[in-house]
């Protein structure tokens, strides 16, 4: 449901009410998953009243589907530098986004993704046309100015280096960017580097990012 109108009253919408309860949302949703997922518990979590949740959404399922919609899965403005630059940047997004409240909400949809197929689907549907097909695009652009080897696999390197930061942070080799910044970026950087000593052109390049 779009945000403006109360839906029962006709009454505009506290746009901070609906912040809140969206966030809310997301928190008991990582703490009780489906089952758990009840206006009850999500506004005993906003510190709200459930006639405020009531007016807005009409269901569960209706209020999921806005805390998926509220998710911000643009990629940052990347580097043009050059594709090991364009990489790093990648890899560290991705580790943020991991070892975010976001992520962990991601990792639990996934792990009951098969509850709400339809819902669901789409969602990592729509995190792979936004975040992964943007990317390839970049290592694509990357073999075609002969920084990579023509037969990189766009998807295979991306995978290896996303992959890597969330294996690295489940099994908790990868430092958190919040709390120790330049060991993250350590971090990322040496992931990047040992990607890309197999895929690395031999042609000379203008990009020495």
């Not at 505009?12 to 969206?22: Q, S, W, Y």
């Not at 990582?30 to 758990?36: E, L, N, W």
């Not at 990579?148 to 294996?167: H, K, R």
Request: glycine share 8%; proline share 5%; hydrophobic share 45%.
């Amino acid at each position: 449901m779009s945000a403006g109108v109360d839906r029962q009253s006709g009454r505009p919408r506290d746009p901070e009410i609906g912040a809140k309860v969206l966030l809310a949302a997301q928190r008991v949703y990582i703490r009780a998953g489906r089952a758990g997922f009840t206006f009850e518990a999500i506004a005993r979590e906003a510190g709200v009243g459930k006639p405020a949740i009531y007016r807005r959404w009409s269901s569960a399922e209706e209020l999921m589907r806005d805390v998926l919609g509220s998710h911000v899965l643009v990629p940052a403005h990347r580097s043009d530098s050059g594709i090991r630059e364009q990489l790093f940047e990648i890899a560290l997004a991705t580790l943020r986004l991991v070892q975010s409240e976001q992520g962990t909400f991601i990792l639990r949809v996934s792990a009951e993704r098969q509850t709400q197929p339809e819902l669901f689907d789409r969602y990592f549907d729509r995190l792979r046309e936004v975040i992964h097909t943007q990317n390839r695009d970049l290592v694509e652009q990357a073999v075609r100015r002969g920084e990579l080897a023509g037969d990189c696999d766009p998807d295979a390197l991306l995978l290896s280096i996303t992959g890597a930061m969330l294996v690295g942070a489940l099994m908790g080799f990868a430092p958190d960017p919040a709390v120790a910044p330049a060991a993250a970026a350590q971090f990322c950087r040496a992931a990047v580097d040992q990607t890309l000593a197999g895929v690395l052109s031999d042609a000379p390049s203008s990009h020495n990012g």
